[in-house]
C-alpha cells in the first residue's frame, strides 16, 4: 500500500515538469513570449531555411513555400559562378582587413580614451568631452555620407577648395580614386563609433572599486603601474567578449559604412566593395539571386564557423569570458 | 611657491600631463562636431557664395533659399519627415511590446523553459539565413514590400535590446515581490503590468530610446524593399537626393511647372538644409538619448 502511493506521488512529482504541465500553469508567459518568437521565425528562422534557394535555380511559383520546393536544384553550380568572379577573392579580402583592422583600432583607441577621460582633473570637462564624441554615434551613415560629401566633393568640398587649392595643390578626384579610401572608411568608422566604445569602457572603469587605487598608491604605485596592473586586468573581460563579438561578426561589414559613405561609386570598388555590398547589388541592382543568395550564403556559414571557433578558444583560454 | 600651487589630491595626474590630455580631448572633439556644423553651415549659404567659395565653415553670404524652398514647395520633403515621423513612433511602441514581453518570463526563475526561449532569440545572432532569402520572405510570404509597414515589422524583435532588457528585470524587481503579489491573489498579467512594468521605467526607456534611433536612422529597410516614391522615409529621400538633387522631384506632386522648378532650385543649399532637418530632432533629445543610452550600455556592459 504504501508503495503504490509513493510511487503515484513520485509520477505526480514527474508529471509536475513535463511540458504540458508548465503549459497550463504558466500560459501566460508562454502568451507572453508568443509576439517575440512569431517575429523570430518569420525574420530569421523562416529565411534560415532559405539557405537552399543557394542551391537551386530560383523561380517563382506562386507562393513561397511552393517555389521553394519546385525551383530545381543545381548543387554547388551558383558557388562556382560566384567564386569564379574576380569579385569573391576582391570582396573577401576587403571585408577581412578592414574588419580586422576596426577590431584592433576599436579595442586600443577607446580603451586608452577612457582611461584618460577618467584621469583629467577637472570632472566636468570630461563630461563634456564624452558628450560630443559620442554624439556622431547618433548620426545615420546617410547623414555621414552627405558630412564626407561636404569635406570631399570635387568642385566645392572642403578639403579640395579651401585647403587643397591655397596651398597651389591640384584638387582630388575623391570619389574615384580608390588608394585614399583605406583611410577615408577607417577613419569615418572610427568617428562614428568610437565615441560609444569609450562610453562601454568609460563604464566599466568606473564601475571598479577606488580602494584598490588608494591601496596601490600608499603602497606607492605610479599611474603607469596602476593602469596596468589594475584598469586593464579588470577590463580584460569586457575586451575580451567585445572582440569576440567582433571576431564573429569579421564577415559581416557595416552596409552603410561601404555602400553610402563613397557614394556607391564603381570606381572606388577596389577599395570599398565588401560582401554585404556586393550581395545588395547582385539582389537589387543586376537581379542576380543565384549569385546574390550564393555569396550570402558562403558569408552566413563562414561567419557562423568563425564565431563558434573564436568562442571555442576563448572557452579554452578562460572559461568565463566565453560567450557560450 | 612651486609647493603652493600644487592643489591636486594624491594620485591625480601630472599638470602637464592634464593639459596634453585636455589638448587631445579638444582636437578630437572638433573632429567629432566640425562636419555637422559644416553641412549646417552649407544650408543657410546662399548659391552664389557656394559655387565662388565652396562649402565654407562661416557662410559668406547668408541666405535662408533653401529652407524658404522646403517651406513653399517641398512637400515631397514633408511625406519623407511624416512617413519617418509615423515609423518611428508606432515602430517603437510596437516593438517595445514585444521585446518587453519576450524577455520578462526569461527573467523569471519560475519559469523552466527560460534557457531554451533565450537560446531561440539568441541563435538568430549567431546564424542568419542571408538578405536574398530575407528578402523574399518579405515580398513572397508576407508581401508587405512598398508599404510602410514593411519599415516598422523587421525591427520588432531584437535580441540584443531584449537582452538587456532581462537584465534590467532581474536586478530591478526582487523576485519576492512578484511571488508576494501572485499570493494576494494577483495573475501574471496584472503582476507584469501594475508591480514589473513601473518599477522598470528605466529599462523601458533605454530601449525605448534604442528603438526610436534604430527606426529614425534606418535607410536599410527602404533600401531593399521600396520602390515607390510616395514611401520613401527621410533617411532614403536624403540618399536618393544626395545622388542627385533631381530624384527630389520624384515624388513631388508639382510636375506641371518641373523645369521652372529645376532651374531655380537652390540645389547645394537644399541638400544640406534636408541633411539640418533629419539630425534636427536627435539633436533636440540628445540630452535624453545620451542619459539613457549611457544607462543602457552601462547594464549592457557591466552586467550583461
Known sequence: ?324 | MAKARRRYRINEIRTSTNLLINLLFTVVSIVCIAPVILVAAISVSSEKSIREFGYQFIPREFSTDAYDYILRAGDAIWRAYGISIFVTIVGTILSLFVITLYAYPLSRSAFKYRYQFSFFAFFTMIFGGGLVPWYIVYTQLIPIKNSIWIMIVPYLMNTWYMMIMRTFYKTTVPESIIESARIDGAGEFRTYFTIVLPLCKAGLATVGLFCTLNYWNDFYLPMVFVTNAKNYNMQYLMYETLIAVQNLLNSSNQISHMSEILANLPSESLRMAIAVLSIGPIVLAYPFFQKYFVKGLTIGAVKG
Open chain 1, 1 to 324: 500500500m504504501d508503495l503504490v502511493v509513493s510511487s503515484s506521488a513520485s509520477t505526480k512529482r514527474i508529471k509536475k515538469k513535463g511540458f504540458m504541465y508548465q503549459l497550463r500553469h504558466h500560459w501566460p508567459l508562454f502568451l507572453m513570449l508568443m509576439p517575440g518568437a512569431i517575429m523570430l521565425i518569420i525574420n530569421n528562422y523562416i529565411p534560415m531555411f532559405g539557405v537552399v534557394i543557394a542551391f537551386k535555380r530560383y523561380r517563382f511559383h506562386g507562393t513561397f513555400w511552393k517555389s521553394l520546393v519546385k525551383s530545381e536544384w543545381v548543387g554547388f553550380k551558383n558557388f562556382e559562378f560566384f567564386m569564379k568572379t574576380p569579385y569573391a577573392w576582391q570582396m573577401t579580402r576587403n571585408t577581412l582587413l578592414y574588419n580586422f583592422t576596426f577590431i584592433i583600432l576599436g579595442l586600443i583607441i577607446p580603451v586608452a580614451c577612457a582611461i584618460m577621460l577618467t584621469e583629467i582633473r577637472n570632472k566636468r570637462l570630461s563630461k563634456v568631452y564624452q558628450s560630443v564624441v559620442f554624439l556622431p554615434y547618433f548620426l545615420s551613415w546617410i547623414v555621414v555620407s552627405y558630412l564626407a560629401y561636404s569635406m570631399l566633393a570635387i568642385e566645392n568640398g572642403f578639403i579640395n577648395k579651401s585647403i587643397l587649392a591655397p596651398l597651389g595643390v591640384a584638387p582630388v578626384e575623391w570619389y574615384s580614386e580608390p588608394k585614399y579610401w583605406p583611410f577615408i572608411l577607417v577613419f569615418f568608422q572610427l568617428w562614428k563609433y568610437t565615441g560609444y566604445n569609450i562610453v562601454v569602457y568609460l563604464a566599466a572603469i568606473t564601475s571598479i572599486d577606488p580602494e584598490y587605487y588608494e591601496a596601490a598608491s600608499i603602497d606607492g604605485a605610479t599611474k603607469w603601474q596602476q593602469i596596468w596592473h589594475i584598469t586593464i586586468p579588470l577590463l580584460q573581460t569586457l575586451m575580451i567578449i567585445l572582440t569576440l563579438l567582433a571576431v564573429g561578426r569579421i564577415f559581416n561589414a557595416d552596409f552603410g559604412l561601404f555602400y553610402n559613405v563613397p557614394r556607391n561609386s564603381g570606381a572606388l570598388q577596389p577599395a570599398t566593395q565588401v560582401i554585404d555590398t556586393y550581395v545588395y547589388s547582385a539582389l537589387r541592382n543586376t537581379n542576380d539571386i543565384g549569385m546574390a543568395s550564393a555569396a550570402g550564403t558562403y558569408q552566413a556559414v563562414v561567419g557562423c564557423i568563425t564565431v563558434f571557433t573564436a568562442n571555442l578558444i576563448v572557452r579554452k583560454i578562460d572559461k568565463e569570458s566565453a560567450l557560450f
